[in-house]
């Protein structure tokens, strides 16, 4: 089993800036694609951005392409997103997710949500 937890969630105002953290442990050599995926009130989950376990290419989806970062630190089994210039339309919960399988491309960051492990999530709030 792989266990994940999210950390620094907040509010903040249009424009700033907020980084999430992501602790993975157990059977972490087990995975091979990290990510996150958010989901608002009423709306679908949708994967926002990818990486492989231990580096490599990322992937976004185009609603945070050039504003969000995803990256991690192997030594320390954490994964980041980094999040600027964010909008009101960026509010939701955000959920640090693995998965086994590969991701190839920006579209299949949709495949996040769908990956076996997750978080319990971190709540993000954009105020204008």
């Known amino acids: 089993q792989v266990q994940l937890v999210e950390f620094g969630g907040g509010s903040v105002q249009a424009g700033g800036s907020l980084t999430l953290s992501c602790v993975c442990s157990?059977?972490?050599?087990?995975?091979?694609?990290m990510g996150w995926f958010r989901q608002a009130p009423d709306k679908e989950r949708e994967g926002v951005a990818a990486t492989y376990r231990g580096g490599g290419n990322t992937y976004y989806s185009d609603s945070v392409k050039g504003r969000f970062t995803i990256s991690q630190d192997s030594a320390k089994n954490t994964m980041y997103l980094q999040m600027n210039s964010l909008k009101p339309e960026d509010t939701a919960m955000y959920y640090c997710a693995a998965d086994h399988q590969r991701i190839y491309s920006d579209d299949e960051v949709a495949l996040i949500p769908a990956f076996a492990y997750r978080g319990q999530g971190t709540q993000v709030t954009v105020s204008s």
């Open positions: 157990g059977y972490t050599h087990t995975i091979t694609s």
